[in-house]
Every structure is written in C-alpha cells, then in structure tokens.
C-alpha cells in the first residue's frame, strides 16, 4: 500500500491566511490545533501564475517547490511557524523530507530520511517537525504523525478532495 503528500502544515489561522493568498488552496483541519495544505499541481500553478516561476530541486531539498517559494514560506512564518512535509512510501518503505520556517527563517530542517533507513531515535522527519508546531503524542497512539492524523488519507489528491 502507497502513501505520498506534499504539504505545508502549521496552525489552522495561520494556513487560513495563507490559503486567501493561493486562491485554489484548500486548508484541511487536522489534530492538536493544527492544519494543512495539500500542496497539488492546481497550487503549483497557481504559484506559478502569479510569478513563482517552478524550478526543480530548489527550496530547502524539496524538488517540488517553485523557485521563489522559500520568501513566501518566509513571510507566512513571521505570522507563526510553518512547516513543508513530503513523504513517499510503499510497502513501509520510503522517504520523507521535513522542514519549518518561523520568524522569516528556516529554524528546522531540512531534516530527511531516505528509503530503507531506519527512523532516528528522535523521529522521523514530520514527527519532529509537527513537534515543533506543538503537537505531541497522545495515548495509545505511536507518534504525531498519527496522533495529529496523517493517517486519514494516503495521497496528496485525497488530502485536496476531502
């Protein structure tokens, strides 16, 4: 079984706001307070239509970022911390690429776990960075990850779907 996203993941207000900025965004409540935005092609494009032109392998290690992008995840940051998560797995292997801006600046990251390593004893990627957006391990539950809900969908499309 299969499971990617691309997403930008911070405070529900705060990707609110951001979301009036990218017209085709949608904002999607997660756990803890916190929130998402599933970061699709449509996204892309409409970053790319208002002068972010798209460049591959530029922002922080992700590939899928317009060039341009890091001044607005900047900007957005000063109003709070947000993060840009992706993640790609089949079959309990994958990759996940983790990082969060605050106050102008990346303050975490890019943290990355390739294909076939093992998770680190302090988390994976997002778990770490959803840490630093305040959410935290319930009971019963195995890390933030699950605990804030990422589990609930298994691509970016069904994210953006609902």
Not at 23 to 31: D, S, T
């Given at each position: ?65 317009p060039d341009?992008?890091e001044l ?41 776990m390739g ?48």
């Amino acid at each position: 079984m299969s499971y990617e996203l691309q997403a930008l993941i911070g405070t529900l207000e705060l990707l609110t706001v951001a979301a009036a900025e990218v017209p085709v965004a949608r904002v999607v409540p997660l756990a803890q307070g916190l929130a998402l935005i599933p970061v699709t092609s449509a996204v892309l494009a409409a970053l790319q239509g208002d002068g972010v032109v798209p460049k591959s392998g530029s922002g922080a290690g992700f590939g899928w970022h317009p060039d341009g992008f890091e001044l607005r995840l900047a900007a957005w940051s000063k109003a709070g911390p947000i993060a840009c998560v992706e993640a790609e797995f089949w079959g309990g292997n994958g990759t996940q690429r983790a990082a969060v801006w605050s106050d102008g600046r990346v303050v975490l990251g890019p943290l990355t776990m390739g294909e076939f390593e093992p998770a680190p004893a302090e988390g994976t990627p997002i778990s770490r960075v959803l840490r630093r957006l305040g959410g935290y391990v319930e009971p019963g539950r195995v890390d933030e990850f699950a605990s804030v809900g990422l589990g609930a969908h298994r691509s970016t499309a069904a994210w953006a779907a609902g």
